[in-house]
């Protein structure tokens, strides 16, 4: 079974500042990991994935993640936030194993940026 | 590419009705549509996976007479609510598989439904 946990709910920084939002993954085999944004009322746009190539994963919007298998950590990052990131974050992972490419979803950490 | 859309975006409905949810996939063809529910301040809970001229998978504790699903085409997916009530309110959110594999998802933007 999968699952996903994001370490805190809500985030706030700084426009300009380090954004650090946090996953911690649960798989019975190497996994596919994904980060989606979502803005209000609205869907999800993936923002990154990692799909066993290489470990540090860019994306779009400046933002990147790092998949650490001896923590089971797939943390997503930016160095400098914009006040257009806020929003919605999800981590969420997928086995990779045929037949089955259900997606599960963390909870969510919903990022505020402060001017 | 690969856009996925919903209509409508938001629908209220009286108590005991029943609505229609759209998902289209505009620009590839989907074999495989997935729909999902959010509760406010939650996550997103798969419901069910559609399969292009098949039954629908739903997942353990959705209700299938309920939550009705046809996928007729390669590029629609329905969510039909039947017998709505003020519970089944929530965010609805498609998705569709990826052309480039399996292991990727291009979601829609969602339909609120409210029940009154």
């Known amino acids: 079974a999968q699952s996903v946990t994001q370490l805190g709910s809500h985030v706030s920084v700084s426009e300009g500042a380090l954004v650090l939002l946090r996953c911690n993954y649960s798989?019975?085999?190497?996994?596919?990991l994904f980060w989606y944004v979502q803005y209000p009322n609205q869907g999800l746009q993936l923002l990154l994935k990692?799909?066993?190539?290489?470990?540090l994963v860019k994306g779009i919007n400046g933002f990147e993640a790092e998949f650490k298998k001896s923590e089971t950590s797939f943390h997503l990052t930016k160095p400098s936030a914009h006040m257009s990131d806020a929003a919605e974050y999800f981590c969420?992972?997928?086995?990779?194993?045929?037949?089955?490419?259900?997606?599960?979803f963390g909870t969510g950490t919903r990022l505020t940026i402060i001017p | 590419g690969a856009v996925v859309s919903q209509h409508p975006s938001r629908v209220i409905c009286k108590s005991g009705t029943s609505v229609k949810i759209e998902c289209r996939s505009l620009?590839?063809?989907?074999?495989?549509m997935f729909w999902y529910r959010q509760f406010p301040k939650k996550s997103l809970m798969l419901m069910a996976t559609s399969n292009e001229g098949s039954k629908a998978t739903y997942e353990q504790g959705v209700e299938k007479d309920k939550f009705l699903i046809n996928h007729a085409s390669l590029t629609l997916s329905t969510l039909t609510v039947t017998s709505a009530h003020p519970e089944d309110s929530s965010f609805y959110i498609c998705?569709?598989?990826?052309?480039?594999?399996?292991?990727?998802?291009?979601f829609g933007p969602g339909t609120r439904l409210t029940v009154t």
């Open positions: 969420a992972v997928s086995e990779p194993v045929f037949g089955n490419e259900k997606l599960t």
């Open positions: 620009d590839f063809q989907a074999t495989t």
């Open positions: 990692y799909t066993s190539a290489a470990t």
């Open positions: 798989s019975s085999v190497p996994p596919y």
């Open positions: 998705s569709a598989r990826s052309p480039r594999g399996i292991y990727e998802q291009y």
